[in-house]
């Protein structure tokens, strides 16, 4: 079955009592049992719902994955990947990353007593001299949150295996539709339902796929006694906005394209962040392991200030200044500020992510009143 119909079909059946096509939505914290000690399916909404059951069946279907496990947000199921360490264990992280992601690891893992090494991923050996004893995991988005770097991860896969290292990657930007990185060789795919997945701006949710079946067993334990589980109304909207996500992921990268075109083009404009340019560092590989670029688009301006930026967020009229991704509306956002605003200035500017930095969520609008708008926020 290929993705387009796995999108619509995979993992999903009609409702057996009623022969609804669409899931149902089980509102339920409990369920009735048979006698005492009987055998169910079905104990207690926490630990098991139907309507989340089908989401993770049809989630790893379409990431080729045997496991999945959904958790009330992308930040919820990044902490439950971290939950797998030890005190004392060493986790390689690319430097380029969601500040969220960034914030979690420095403010709250740390604390534990796991270390962590932030290095620039774009050359797969650059890892190498940090790989000793204690190290259990590497962390790696591809592309990345907002600098649209890109990752060998087929790669760095290899030197994983090789040293037995939990390879994890933040799949958001991607989506299953664009890149499946559990075929090029990671151990733990993540997302942020939130963004590309559910795709109105209508859901907060995260989940955690993979292959290993101990792994799998840890996350299910760690979701139910944690306990960070989305309800089923999310459930039910992510399920309907996945039927979509194919059609909805082409209209993406078709604007995203055309906008990062025209910006590269503008007298006002000094960077444009895109992995389509065929000048964007490991734009080769982008074309080996992602279908097409994605609907993101970062860029700088001449006049690198904040207050610059600011204005270009204040003039725009189509795109909404606001924080996510992902949805089918297009969104505009400062990083500096906002989704990096907990990442020391000096450490964003070493990774590019300067003042002027603006960010774009490019939807599924009509792309010349995208470009219109573009031009005259820019002035």
């Given at each position: 079955?290929?993705?387009?119909?796995?999108?619509?079909?995979?993992?999903?059946?009609?409702?057996?009592?009623?022969?609804?096509?669409?899931?149902?939505?089980?509102?339920?914290?409990s369920?009735?049992?048979?006698a005492?000690?009987?055998?169910?399916?079905y104990?207690?909404?926490?630990?098991?719902?139907?309507?989340?059951?089908?989401?993770?069946?049809?989630?790893?279907?379409?990431?080729n994955?045997?496991?999945?496990?959904?958790?009330?947000?992308?930040?919820?199921?990044?902490?439950?990947?971290?939950?797998?360490?030890?005190?004392?264990d060493?986790?390689?992280?690319?430097?380029?990353?969601y500040?969220?992601?960034?914030?979690?690891?420095?403010?709250?893992?740390?604390?534990?007593g796991i270390?962590?090494?932030?290095?620039?991923?774009?050359?797969?050996?650059?890892?190498?001299?940090?790989?000793?004893?204690?190290?259990?995991?590497l962390?790696?988005?591809?592309?990345t949150?907002?600098?649209?770097n890109?990752?060998?991860?087929?790669?760095?896969?290899?030197?994983?295996?090789?040293?037995?290292?939990?390879?994890?990657?933040?799949n958001?930007?991607?989506s299953?539709?664009?890149?499946?990185?559990?075929?090029?060789?990671?151990t733990?795919?993540?997302?942020?339902?939130?963004?590309?997945?559910?795709?109105?701006?209508?859901?907060?949710?995260?989940?955690?796929?993979?292959?290993?079946?101990?792994?799998?067993?840890?996350?299910?334990?760690?979701?139910?006694?944690?306990?960070?589980?989305?309800g089923?109304?999310?459930?039910?909207l992510?399920?309907r906005?996945?039927?979509?996500?194919?059609?909805?992921?082409?209209?993406h990268?078709?604007?995203?394209?055309?906008?990062?075109?025209?910006?590269?083009?503008?007298?006002?404009?000094?960077?444009?962040?895109?992995?389509?340019?065929?000048d964007?560092?490991?734009?080769?590989?982008?074309?080996?392991?992602?279908?097409?670029?994605?609907?993101?688009?970062?860029?700088?301006?001449?006049?690198?200030?904040v207050?610059?930026?600011?204005?270009?967020?204040?003039?725009?009229?189509?795109?909404t200044?606001?924080?996510?991704?992902?949805?089918?509306?297009?969104?505009?956002?400062?990083?500096?500020?906002?989704?990096?605003?907990s990442?020391?200035?000096?450490?964003?500017?070493?990774?590019g992510?300067?003042?002027?930095?603006?960010?774009?969520?490019?939807?599924?609008?009509?792309?010349?009143?995208?470009?219109e708008?573009?031009?005259?926020?820019?002035?």
């Open positions: 079955m290929k993705i387009n119909t796995k999108l619509i079909h995979a993992g999903l059946h009609a409702d057996p009592s009623t022969g609804a096509i669409m899931t149902p939505i089980y509102q339920t914290s369920y009735a049992q048979k005492l000690g009987a055998e169910a399916k104990y207690y909404g926490r630990t098991q719902n139907p309507t989340r059951d089908a989401l993770q069946q049809n989630l790893a279907a379409i990431e994955a045997q496991h999945c496990y959904c958790f009330s947000s992308g930040m919820a199921a990044i902490d439950t990947v971290m939950r797998l360490l030890n005190p004392e060493e986790v390689l992280v690319n430097n380029d990353l500040g969220g992601t960034y914030r979690i690891l420095k403010n709250v893992f740390l604390r534990y270390k962590f090494h932030f290095i620039d991923m774009r050359e797969p050996a650059n890892i190498l001299p940090f790989i000793n004893k204690n190290t259990k995991m962390w790696l988005e591809s592309p949150n907002p600098m649209l890109i990752m060998d991860i087929e790669a760095i896969g290899k030197i994983t295996k090789a040293h037995n290292i939990f390879f994890c990657i933040d958001t930007f991607a299953p539709y664009l890149q499946q990185p559990l075929d090029l060789g990671a733990i795919v993540v997302h942020s339902i939130t963004k590309y997945l559910g795709g109105h701006s209508d859901v907060v949710m995260g989940a955690v796929l993979c292959n290993n079946d101990e792994l799998a067993e840890q996350m299910r334990f760690l979701q139910g006694a944690v306990g960070a589980i989305p089923p109304q999310d459930c039910f992510t399920l906005g996945i039927k979509t996500l194919h059609v909805r992921m082409e209209r990268c078709e604007n995203a394209a055309a906008v990062a075109q025209f910006l590269r083009q503008h007298n006002k404009v000094a960077k444009v962040y895109w992995p389509g340019f065929k964007h560092p490991n734009h080769a590989i982008a074309v080996r392991q992602m279908s097409d670029f994605g609907g993101m688009v970062s860029f700088t301006l001449k006049e690198d200030t207050e610059a930026a600011a204005k270009v967020l204040a003039r725009v009229k189509i795109f200044l606001a924080e996510s991704l992902g949805g089918v509306e297009s969104l505009i956002g400062h990083p500096p500020t906002t989704t990096h605003f990442v020391p200035r000096a450490e964003r500017i070493k990774v992510i300067v003042d002027s930095m603006i960010r774009l969520s490019v939807g599924i609008e009509d792309i010349d009143d995208l470009l708008d573009l031009e005259y926020a820019l002035g």
